[in-house]
């Protein structure tokens, strides 16, 4: 019987990166985007030996009613859910704390962090509607969460560093029926580093910050995440696991 993960903002970057990955090790996916209307139908379309086995939701992770929404999707198609991957974020704009307004600011703790908060919540929901063994959440934090994050990015940071304490929470509320984990990635090669870091070049030249001398992938990240949500970790929850090539 194949188990059902959902991957909020699972189009592109990571979160696609997961999708496929997942995919290929036999998971059922549902994934949510927001904007990115032709981001999504490339996923679907780059995975269409799999179509009974994924579903794609326009689905806002800062909005509850859509969060809900999501989740009853995924319940209908394929049952109730065995593992959550709570990816969807946002960088924000890229400027001095000083320079930004209440707008700014919410925007990316309302992704970020109510995003997560309300998907880890409907999870729980649906789980306890049906109790099954072996079921998992992977959050999404990041190495900004104890660096303080990129130049110009504090509100990230803060958001990743949320992400880490409502992790430890939820895996002792959500005990022992879900466990829950967080993976903090370092420099990965997405459109969001590009966009942090001002281009495709300027992102290649990081890689001479990282001990393992080069950017990581979606795939490294997947990896991670796989594993966190799977048997093999069974006795692993309320830790935050760096994917960071040893930043
Ligand atoms: N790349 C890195 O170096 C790095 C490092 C550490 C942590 N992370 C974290 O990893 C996650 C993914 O990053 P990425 O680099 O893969 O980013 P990305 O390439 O910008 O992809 C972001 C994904 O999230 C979705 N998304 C954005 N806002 C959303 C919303 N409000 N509701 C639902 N989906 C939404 C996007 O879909 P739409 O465009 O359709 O909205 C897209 O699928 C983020 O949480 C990020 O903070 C990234």
Known sequence: MRRTL???????GIGAGVVRAALRQGWRV?????GNAEAAARLEADCADDAENLLAVRADAADARQTEAL????AAAFGTPDALFTNAGVIGPIAPTSDLDAADIDHV??????????????????AARAPAPGRAIVTMSSIAARTGGMRHAVTYAASK???VSLTMGLAKELAPDIRV?????GLIETEMLEQLAGGASPMRALAGQVPLRRLGTCDDVARAVLWL???????TSGTVVDVAGGR
């Open 181 to 185: 984990n967080a993976v903090a990635p």
């Open 6 to 12: 959902i991957v909020t903002g699972g189009s592109r």
């Open 229 to 235: 949500l799977s048997g093999e970790s069974s006795y």
């Open 109 to 126: 703790l309302s992704v970020n962090v109510r995003g997560t908060l309300l998907a880890c919540g409907a999870f729980a929901r649906h």
């Open 71 to 74: 989740f009853e999707a995924c």
């Open 30 to 34: 549902c994934f949510s985007w927001s």
């Open 161 to 163: 560093g949320a992400i």
